[in-house]
């Protein structure tokens, strides 16, 4: 959702601009992802609509619905979802920051079925991209990339390229080695009996809410968590 809470932000692989195999003259979908904003509020317009002069003289005003998001019915879903003015591509990991969204971009062709980006993604071919809604266009904010995650307040972005990690400020240009972090001085304290507890927990329900038999064979599962999760706490380590 965008930050002001009137749009939806989405990416959607719906752009067929097919191109020839030279071997075996069959067509090749590549560059299929553009991102949509999906209006919330029917009647409300498009953020990429012209401007005339008396909207260009109140730019300061405040329109957001932040702490009151309206969402309209499915009915007219398709009228209201708008295509941003953006070059389709292999794009990703869309999230939203003030003013827009950020979302990354393969530089590369990648002939798989399903792709996606993860944590445990360690090749660099990913760019970093900002669209800023009220200017209507794109740029590039860092390049050779692997991934990236936003603060909780959405001020800062932690970024990975390859082997190395690094905090920056969210939708600002930057380079791989920005605000570099070394791992090697990362200390992690672990309260293994609060650890063990939510191993348990977790198992517990788990069975609870995924075994086959919703009568657990008849064993009454409350009783039997009670029964052992006393004994958690004088597990070793």
Same mark, same amino acid.
């Given at each position: 959702?965008?930050?002001?809470?009137?749009?939806?932000?989405?990416?959607?692989?719906?752009?067929?601009?097919?191109?020839?195999?030279?071997?075996?003259?069959?067509?090749?979908?590549?560059?299929?992802?553009?991102?949509?904003?999906?209006?919330?509020?029917?009647?409300?317009?498009?953020?990429?609509?012209?401007?005339?002069?008396?909207?260009?003289?109140?730019?300061?005003?405040?329109?957001?619905? *932040?702490?009151?998001?309206?969402?309209?019915?499915? %009915? =007219?879903?398709?009228?209201?979802?708008?295509? +941003?003015?953006? /070059?389709? #591509?292999?794009?990703?990991?869309?999230?939203?920051?003030?003013?827009?969204?950020?979302?990354?971009?393969?530089?590369?062709?990648?002939?798989?079925?399903?792709?996606?980006?993860?944590?445990?993604?360690?090749?660099?071919?990913?760019?970093?991209?900002?669209?800023?809604?009220?200017?209507?266009?794109?740029?590039?904010?860092? *390049?050779?990339?692997?991934?990236?995650?936003?603060? %909780? =307040?959405?001020?800062?972005?932690?970024?990975? +390229?390859?082997? /190395?990690? #690094?905090?920056?400020?969210?939708?600002?240009?930057?380079?791989?080695?920005?605000?570099?972090?070394?791992?090697?001085?990362?200390?992690?304290?672990?309260?293994?009996?609060?650890?063990?507890?939510?191993?348990?927990?977790?198992?517990?329900?788990?069975?609870?809410?995924?075994?086959?038999?919703?009568?657990?064979?008849?064993?009454?599962?409350?009783?039997?968590?009670?029964?052992?999760?006393?004994?958690?706490?004088?597990?070793?380590?």
């Amino acid at each position: 959702f965008s930050k002001c809470g009137k749009y939806l932000f989405f990416l959607s692989n719906r752009t067929f601009e097919p191109i020839m195999g030279f071997v075996d003259q069959n067509h090749i979908f590549l560059d299929m992802a553009k991102p949509y904003v999906l209006i919330l509020q029917k009647g409300d317009p498009t953020p990429f609509a012209p401007k005339n002069d008396v909207e260009n003289n109140e730019e300061d005003k405040d329109d957001s619905r *932040s702490d009151n998001v309206v969402i309209s019915p499915l %009915a =007219d879903f398709e009228s209201r979802s708008v295509v +941003a003015p953006v /070059k389709a #591509g292999n794009l990703f990991r869309l999230e939203s920051i003030n003013g827009g969204f950020i979302f990354l971009k393969k530089t590369e062709n990648e002939f798989l079925k399903y792709q996606t980006v993860t944590d445990e993604n360690s090749g660099t071919n990913l760019e970093l991209y900002e669209f800023d809604l009220k200017l209507g266009e794109d740029k590039l904010l860092m *390049s050779g990339i692997s991934q990236y995650h936003l603060s %909780a =307040d959405g001020k800062k972005m932690i970024y990975k +390229a390859g082997s /190395k990690f #690094g905090i920056v400020d969210a939708g600002k240009e930057a380079k791989v080695g920005d605000g570099s972090l070394r791992l090697s001085d990362a200390k992690i304290k672990i309260n293994k009996k609060e650890e063990f507890l939510q191993m348990f927990n977790e198992a517990w329900r788990i069975q609870r809410d995924w075994f086959y038999d919703e009568n657990m064979h008849g064993l009454n599962w409350e009783k039997t968590g009670e029964k052992y999760r006393k004994f958690v706490p004088y597990c070793g380590t």
